[in-house]
């Protein structure tokens, strides 16, 4: 059994010191437990031991661990991270505090739809392949502006920031400091980038929400 706490308190103390390292605020910095294949018990032992912020990748498992724990924690924050089908719009709209994988007009017009019939509006942050992976989710970085643009005034959506997962072989830092430097140009206030292997870089870069899972967790099975 992982010891979920101690784990947790690793982390956060390790992201306490690249902050200080990055000459940022304390507190500036906040961690995203990705909860994804991992049990409801797991999640609660993390909300027990203080985490109150989580990731989810598919909407289907955090709409079965999620709501329940709600009235328990209300303080909880479900951020959905993993690429979003269309059809899954409304319910992701529904549970969501925060969706991280905004990239294209499709889902963006049903993200729109789904807003206005649950009468909830989930932060928004527009993913970006950085590395133009074509198996991978994320709006290309030549279409980034035009995207941002179009869903601030085509559909209304409340677009806080940027979100990317640079290619597995390479030096992430490039690629954070792109997305630094896109959201900087569009006063976009949130960063999320940065996992188990490279959250302290991105600290580093900028993030403002690191996404850590096997760290936290243990090694996905
Ligand atoms: C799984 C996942 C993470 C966490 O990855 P770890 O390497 O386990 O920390 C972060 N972001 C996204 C989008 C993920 O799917």
């Known amino acids: 059994m992982t010891d979920i706490a101690a784990n947790l308190a690793r982390i956060q ?3 306490a010191e690249a ?3 990055a000459n940022r605020p304390a507190g500036s910095v906040t961690l995203v437990a990705v909860s994804k294949t991992n049990p409801a018990e797991a999640v609660a032992a993390a909300l027990a031991a203080g985490q109150m912020v989580f990731g989810e990748n598919r909407v289907q498992e955090a709409a079965g661990k999620f709501p329940p724990l709600r009235p328990a924690w209300p303080a909880l924050r479900l951020h959905i991270i993993g690429g979003l089908q269309t059809n899954k719009a409304r319910d992701a709209v529904r ?3 925060v969706i991280e994988s905004l990239d294209r007009p499709k ?3 049903a993200l729109a739809e789904a807003m206005a019939k649950e009468g909830r509006a989930p932060e928004m942050l527009v993913q970006v392949n950085t590395g133009e992976e074509p198996q991978k989710a994320g709006v290309p970085r030549a279409e980034a502006e035009g995207f941002l643009r179009a869903c601030r005034e085509e559909w209304g959506l409340p677009v806080r920031g940027l979100m990317c997962i640079p290619p597995a072989e390479e030096d992430p830092r490039p690629h954070f400091h792109y997305l630094a430097e896109l959201a900087g140009r569009h006063a ?3 960063l999320s980038m940065g996992m188990s292997a490279d959250f302290e870089a991105a ?3 900028g993030a403002t929400h690191v996404r850590v899972g096997s760290a936290i967790f243990g090694a996905r099975g």
Do not use: E
């Open 13 to 15: 103390a390790r992201i």
């Open 19 to 21: 902050t200080a390292r």
């Open 95 to 97: 549970i969501a505090d």
């Open 107 to 109: 889902l963006a017009t």
């Open 188 to 190: 976009l206030p949130v």
């Open 203 to 205: 600290i580093a870069c």
